[in-house]
């Protein structure tokens, strides 16, 4: 299959070109483009660790399968540093990735929240879970809680990550970063940023069990 690339900043200076048209065997994810791509550029190779990944034009994991058509763009970090990211995804997260994207010389503390599919619920047992969301107004929602922080406790490093689709028992579906230079403020604005995803970001839960499917309801939205 034949997929489109696209080069950014000092990656395409090392390529010599800003797109580049890629032939891969059917069913590749982008680790695997990315590694065909070294063969062939080897000083790719010593940027991998600080890329970010857009799968036409959203933001993707190392492992997501790749269709004929697509177009990938490989991400150099930003002038001035790493934007924490935003993010809807139907692979699994990484927390590394989301981790460091939050670090800072100037932070001294790092507090993450991983939230997690548990088996049980309400005293139903519980094999798997099922999101879906607003993606366009969650994302706008998940700024807002971030501009939000920024204004509450003059914070810039934050990420909030959710996963969408199927997820098996134990799977990480949401993930939030915060850096601060002290772990008080780190601490209270990860908890304001978790609370304030299950209180308006729209994205929804089927819980999925041994006595049926169930839609999860929480409070109703909140008005202008």
Same mark, same amino acid.
């Given at each position: 299959m034949r997929v489109a690339v696209r080069f950014f900043a000092r990656l395409r200076e090392e390529v010599g070109a800003a797109r580049q048209e890629w032939e891969l065997s059917p069913g590749s994810t982008v680790r695997e483009l990315w590694q065909?791509?070294?063969?062939?550029?080897?000083?790719l190779a010593a940027y991998e660790e600080r890329l970010g990944i857009a799968l036409n034009a959203e933001y993707a994991s190392?492992?997501?399968?790749?269709?004929?058509?697509?177009?990938?763009?490989?991400?150099?970090?930003?002038?001035?540093?790493?934007?924490?990211?935003?993010?809807?995804?139907?692979?699994?997260?990484?927390?590394?990735q989301v981790v460091a994207s939050v670090a800072a010389p100037d932070c001294?503390? +790092?507090?993450?929240?991983?939230?997690?599919?548990?088996?049980?619920?309400?005293?139903?047992?519980?094999?798997?879970?099922?999101?879906?969301?607003?993606?366009?107004?969650?994302?706008?929602?998940?700024?807002?809680?971030?501009?939000?922080?920024?204004?509450?406790?003059?914070?810039?490093?934050?990420?909030?990550?959710?996963?969408?689709?199927?997820?098996?028992?134990?799977? +990480?579906?949401?993930?939030?970063? +915060?850096?601060?230079?002290h772990r008080a403020e780190a601490f209270e604005a990860c908890r304001y940023a978790i609370e304030r995803l299950k209180e308006s970001v729209p994205i929804w839960k089927k819980e999925m069990g041994e006595e049926g499917e169930v839609w999860v309801e929480g409070p109703r939205p909140p008005s202008p």
């Open positions: 065909s791509l070294c063969a062939a550029f080897p000083p190392w492992e997501t399968p790749l269709q004929e058509g697509d177009e990938v763009a490989f991400l150099p970090p930003v002038s001035g540093g790493k934007t924490p990211p935003l993010a809807l995804l139907r692979e699994p997260i990484e927390v590394g001294g503390a +790092v507090v993450v929240f991983l939230g997690t599919v548990r088996n049980h619920s309400q005293g139903r047992r519980v094999r798997a879970l099922e999101y879906e969301a607003y993606p366009e107004m969650a994302l706008r929602e998940m700024e807002r809680i971030r501009q939000e922080i920024r204004q509450r406790w003059g914070l810039e490093r934050v990420a909030i990550v959710h996963r969408l689709g199927h997820l098996e028992v134990g799977e +990480v579906s949401v993930v939030i970063a +915060v850096a601060a230079p």
